[in-house]
């Protein structure tokens, strides 16, 4: 079975500066795509940015990056240039294979953007 | 186009009554999935479609919890005879569902929130 881990409970950042949170993740599959969402007070779930495993090249959206490190299972996210928009509950997210199928996801990591 | 849309966006009943939950998936998504998250935790999986076969229902966590999508697109979840520690945000999301990274991604409805007195 497969299992998603984020150690970080709570991090918090001040505007404009670079905060990056920790995913690990356990699973013997080789293919699989991994996730970030954001879900702000509002209790939506927006996708921050997506990595495929057989990629190796760590993805990037705007001012929020990936590092995949693949034989350490480990899927950090980077954000820079913090905003106050920025303030959330940020969750990983596991999907296993090439098909469509069901997110695993971590506990979820609170994020506190400080003016 | 529009987003995954859910209904009622909230939903408060009486311990023993039956609920109905309804997700319209976005338009043209093949599948369509189910989560239950409680507060301060990460959603969880119930269960999945693709069209109006129902994938898998692993995660349902017993006989109360059945789901509906009798023509590929809107899908009822429906939970009988509710207990207090079914009280949860229950989230649906829809796919393409094509098999490509890019149209595999999930996009989340705004969610129930279900509250059993």
């Known amino acids: 079975a497969q299992t998603v881990t984020q150690s970080q409970p709570e991090m918090s950042v001040q505007e404009a500066e670079t905060v990056t949170l920790s995913c690990t993740y356990d699973?013997?599959?080789?293919?699989?795509?991994l996730f970030w969402y954001k879900q702000p007070p509002s209790r939506q779930m927006i996708l921050v940015i997506r990595?495929?495993?057989?990629?190796?090249q760590n993805a990037t959206e705007n001012r929020f990056s990936v590092n995949f490190q693949k034989a350490a299972k480990s899927f950090s996210l980077k954000i820079s240039d913090s905003q106050l928009g920025d303030t959330a509950m940020y969750f990983c997210?596991?999907?296993?294979?090439?098909?469509?199928?069901?997110?695993?996801f971590g506990t979820g990591t609170r994020l506190q953007v400080f003016p | 186009g529009a987003g995954v849309s859910q209904s009622p966006r909230y939903k408060v009943t009486k311990r023993g009554q039956d609920v109905a939950l309804r997700c319209d998936p976005i338009?043209?998504?093949?599948?369509l999935y189910w989560y239950r998250q409680a507060l301060g935790q990460g959603p969880e999986f119930l269960t999945y479609?693709?069209?109006?076969?129902?994938?898998?229902k692993s995660g349902l966590p017993n006989d109360r919890f059945s789901a509906e999508r009798p023509e590929g697109s809107i899908s009822t979840l429906t939970i009988q005879r509710t207990e207090q520690r079914d009280s949860a945000m229950y989230r649906c999301?829809?796919?393409?569902?094509?098999?490509?990274?890019?149209?595999?991604?999930?996009?989340f409805g705004p969610g129930t929130r279900l509250t059993v007195l």
């Open positions: 997210a596991f999907m296993k294979g090439l098909n469509t199928d069901k997110l695993i």
């Open positions: 999301a829809s796919s393409l569902g094509l098999g490509a990274p890019s149209t595999d991604t999930q996009y």
């Open positions: 338009s043209g998504h093949v599948s």
């Open positions: 699973t013997s599959e080789s293919n699989y795509y």
């Open positions: 990595q495929e495993a057989y990629k190796q």
């Open positions: 479609f693709n069209y109006e076969a129902q994938q898998d």
